[in-house]
C-alpha cells in the first residue's frame, strides 16, 4: 500500500513515524506493507523528527492525487475549502482511497464527497475528524450499526474542556485560564475555533449524520461557545450539583432533529462531568444497546495519527463502510429543530439591585410565561451595588424563558444582562 | 443474507427482534436483507414474544451448519463444550461465517478455532463476547489496530459490579446483597461462574489476545472472585479514597504477560471507580492514542444482541478481519507472568487481638520482607476481642507480601486469616 501525506504537520508526521515504527504490526495485521511515497507539507526543510528520504516531495498538495504511486492519499492539511477539498476532490475522482482527519471540510461538504466516493466506488474515511484518538466513527457506524440511534452527545472540544476544568479547579476567571492555555500549547493563538464552539459544531454535524443517516448538515447546529461562562456560574453549578462542560448534542424526536453546541450544566455523577482536562468522551445511545460511553484523547499527534492509521489499515484490509454508514441516496432528510423549541430546564442568573420588590417582579415574569421555578437563590445584600439572584427552572420551552429573560433585561433594577445556561438532561 | 439462529434464550430471542423491527435499517447500511430461516432451541412451543413463523426448526442446532439455506451461523446457546462447540465446528468446516456470543468457548478454544476459520476462509466473530454492547473487540482489533497495547483492564462482569456497588451504597454483606441481586434477576442461582471471577476471566483472556497477538490462554489467568470482600473492606476503602471493583487486567512488560482477575482497590477520581451498578467498562491503552475508555451494558437481551448483530452487518458487508486481529501463524507466544511476581501496592487487613507489641511483631514482619508501608490504621481498643488493623504497603512483590502474610497468621496474637487486596496503579 502506497501513500501520500498532503500535510506535515502534527498529525501527518504522527503517521509517519507509526508506519515507521509499527510496519511489522500494520503488516501482520493487514497481510500488506506500507510505505510512505509522497509527501507534500508548507517546508521542504524543516527539521520534523522524522525522516522523508526516498518520498517525492510535492509543492502542490493537490498533485498527489495524479501520482500513479500513490495507492491512497491523506488529506491531512485541515479547512474546509482550498488545497485539502482539491486534493480530497481530485483523489476520489482519480479511483483513490482518502482518508481524512479535516472536520470542517466533512461538516460543509461531507454529502457531496460522501457522493463522489461511491461514484468512483472508493473508500472516504475519517475517524480522526472526531473525537481524536476515540474509535467513535466506527462505533457509530459499524460497532451500533443495529440500533436506531436516539440521541449522541459528548464532550468533543478539548480546549474547552479543559478551560473549563481549569476554571472550577482555581476559580479563576475566563481570560486568565485562556491566557494560560495559549501558553502551554492547549489553546491556539486565535482560540475562535475553538472556544466559540466552531470545531465541536463541525464534529457534531458529523455525528448527526452518521447517527440519523441524515445529510451532514453544519448550517442548521446552534453554537454558543465558552467565553461567557463567568467563575460565578461555575461555582453556583457546584452548589447545586452541576459542573459546566461545552457539550455537542444531537437527538431525534418525533418532530425532527436538535444540533446544539453550547455550555450545559451537567449533574457531578454522570460519566461526562467527571471528564477532565483536554479529553473528549461521547455518548451514543441506541435502542437495543442502551447508553455507551467512549473516552480518549481528542486531539495530538499520537492519539489523531492512531486514528488516521486504524482508517489506513481497514482500507488495506479490504473493510470498507459507507462514508456515513449508509448511501447517499438511502440518506432521510429530516427536519432541524430550531433550539427556540428546545424544552430543558435552564439555569439563570440575573444581576440585579436589591430594591424592595425585584424578586416579586422577577417572579411575576416568570408566572406570566409560565416557567415554573425549582429553586431560586439569593446571594449578597447590598442596597446599592449589583447581587446575584440565581434560578434553577422547571422543564420549559427555550423561547419562553428568552422572553422572560428580556422582559427582565428591561427592568430599572437589571444591572447586566441575564445569564442563561442550559441543563443537561443525561 | 439467510440467517440460522441457535439457542432462543434471552440473546437469540434479542436478535429476532432486531432484525423484525429494523429491517430496512439493516438493508440501508449493507444493502442485503437478513432473514433468519431456521432455528434451535430447547423448547419448541414456548411463548419467546416473537414469531418463529417460516423458520425450519432443528431440534438438534449442529443440523443448522448443513442446512443449504443457511448462509450464517449464530451461535447463542453457550458452554465451552457440547453442542456450542460442534455447531461452530461444522459450521466453520462448511464455510460458513460464525457469530457467536459464547466467552468460555472462545477463551477455551478460541486459537484452535481461529485457526480453523482461517483454513476455510470463513469469518469467525464474537463482538458479543466481551463487554455485551460495548463494541469493545471492534476497537481493539480495529479501532486502535495502528497500536502497540501497553494494558488492557477493565469491570467485565456486571453481577459482581452490581453486588460491589450495593455494598458500598449500603453497608450491606456480600451474602445478603447476593440474595438481592439474585432476587432482581442480576445474579443467577448458582451465582458462582460470575461471583468467583471465571466469567470476568474468560473475557479477559480474549482481550489479551485482541491486544498483543498472542494466543488465547485462558488457563494462566489469574482468579480470584469478589466471595471474601467484606463490609469492612469497603468501608476502609472508602476511607483511603478508594473504591473496590472486580477488575481483569492485563499488562505486557518487558517479562511477558500478567493476566488477572481479582478485587482491586481503585482510586474514587478514576474513569473505572465512577462505574456503577450493572455496567461494565473496558480502558485500552496504546503507545499512539494514550488511554482510551469504553463503558455500557455487559449483559441483556438488547446490549447483546445488539454486539451479535454488529457482527452479522460486518459480514454481511464484507468487512471482516482476522479472528484475534491477526492470523494464527503469525500470533506470537508471550510468557505469562506469574501473580507471586506481580509488583503493587497491597492493602491488609489484620485481625489481631489488642495486646501490648502487636504492633511492633507486625511491623517485624515487614521489615524482615523488606516491604515498606505507607499507612497503618488501628482501629478500635479492645484487649480481649479482635480489632482491624489496617496497612497500605509501597511497592513490593506480591510473594514476599505472602510470605509476611503467612507469618503474621501463625502469630499468636492473630484472630483470622490476613486478608489482602491489590491497589490498582491506573
Chains 1, 2 share one sequence.
Not at 493537490?62 to 482550498?82: K, T
Not at 441524515?214 to 446552534?222: A, E, G, L, N, R
Not at 431560586?376 to 420549559?396: D, K, N, Y
Request: glycine residues 10%; negative net charge.
Amino acid at each position: 500500500m502506497r501513500i501520500g501525506v498532503a500535510g506535515l504537520g502534527t498529525v501527518g508526521v504522527g503517521v509517519l513515524k507509526i508506519i515507521e515504527q509499527h510496519g511489522k504490526l500494520l503488516s501482520d495485521r493487514t497481510g500488506r506493507n506500507f510505505e510512505v511515497v509522497a509527501v507534500s507539507g508548507r517546508s521542504r526543510t524543516k527539521d520534523r523528527g522524522v525522516s522523508l528520504d526516498g518520498m517525492t516531495w510535492y509543492d502542490n498538495a493537490v498533485d498527489l492525487a495524479s501520482d500513479p504511486n500513490v495507492d491512497m492519499v491523506l488529506e491531512l492539511i485541515g479547512g474546509s475549502e482550498g488545497v485539502a477539498r482539491d486534493l480530497c476532490v481530485a483523489a476520489l475522482e482519480a479511483g483513490k482511497p482518502v482518508v481524512t482527519a479535516n472536520k470542517a471540510l466533512l461538516a460543509v461538504h461531507g454529502t457531496e464527497l460522501a457522493r463522489l466516493a461511491e461514484k468512483n466506488n472508493v473508500p472516504l474515511a475519517y475517524e480522526a475528524a472526531v473525537a481524536g484518538g476515540i474509535p467513535i466513527v466506527k462505533a457509530m457506524r459499524e460497532g451500533l450499526a443495529a440500533n436506531a440511534i436516539s440521541r449522541v452527545y459528548g464532550i468533543l472540544n478539548g480546549t474547552c474542556n479543559y478551560i473549563l476544568t481549569e476554571m472550577e479547579e482555581t476559580g479563576g476567571d475566563f481570560a486568565a485560564i485562556l491566557k494560560d492555555a495559549q501558553d502551554l500549547g492547549y489553546a491556539e493563538a486565535d482560540p475562535s475555533f475553538d472556544v466559540d464552539g466552531v470545531d465541536a459544531a463541525h464534529k457534531l454535524a458529523i455525528l448527526t449524520s452518521l447517527a440519523f443517516g441524515t445529510p451532514v448538515d453544519f448550517d442548521s447546529v446552534y453554537i454558543e461557545g465558552i467565553r461567557e461562562v463567568s467563575a460565578q456560574d461555575i461555582a453556583f453549578a457546584q452548589e447545586f450539583g452541576y459542573r459546566i462542560r461545552l457539550l455537542g448534542v444531537a437527538r431525534r424526536t418525533e418532530q425532527g432533529i436538535e444540533q446544539r453546541v453550547h455550555p450545559c450544566m451537567v449533574r457531578k455523577d454522570t460519566a461526562i462531568a467527571n471528564v477532565s482536562g483536554v479529553f473528549n468522551a461521547v455518548v451514543a445511545e441506541g435502542d437495543f444497546v442502551d447508553s455507551t460511553v467512549y473516552e480518549g484523547r481528542g486531539a495530538g499527534e499520537g492519539p489523531t495519527a492512531s486514528a488516521v492509521m486504524a482508517d489506513v489499515v481497514d482500507i488495506a484490509a479490504g473493510r470498507v463502510s459507507p462514508t456515513f454508514g449508509i448511501p447517499v441516496d438511502k440518506m432521510t432528510d429530516i427536519p432541524k429543530i430550531p433550539v427556540e423549541e428546545h424544552v430543558g430546564c435552564y439555569y439563570v442568573r440575573l444581576s440585579v439591585f436589591d430594591r424592595p420588590g425585584v424578586i416579586a417582579d422577577i417572579s411575576a415574569v416568570f408566572r406570566d410565561e409560565e416557567i415554573s421555578i425549582e429553586s431560586l437563590l439569593q446571594r449578597g445584600r447590598s442596597p446599592e451595588e449589583a447581587v446575584s439572584v440565581v434560578l434553577i427552572t422547571h422543564e420549559v420551552k427555550e423561547a419562553a424563558l428568552s422572553r422572560a429573560l428580556e422582559k427582565i433585561e428591561a427592568f430599572d433594577h437589571s444591572a447586566a444582562r441575564p445569564r442563561m445556561i442550559r441543563i443537561a438532561k443525561l
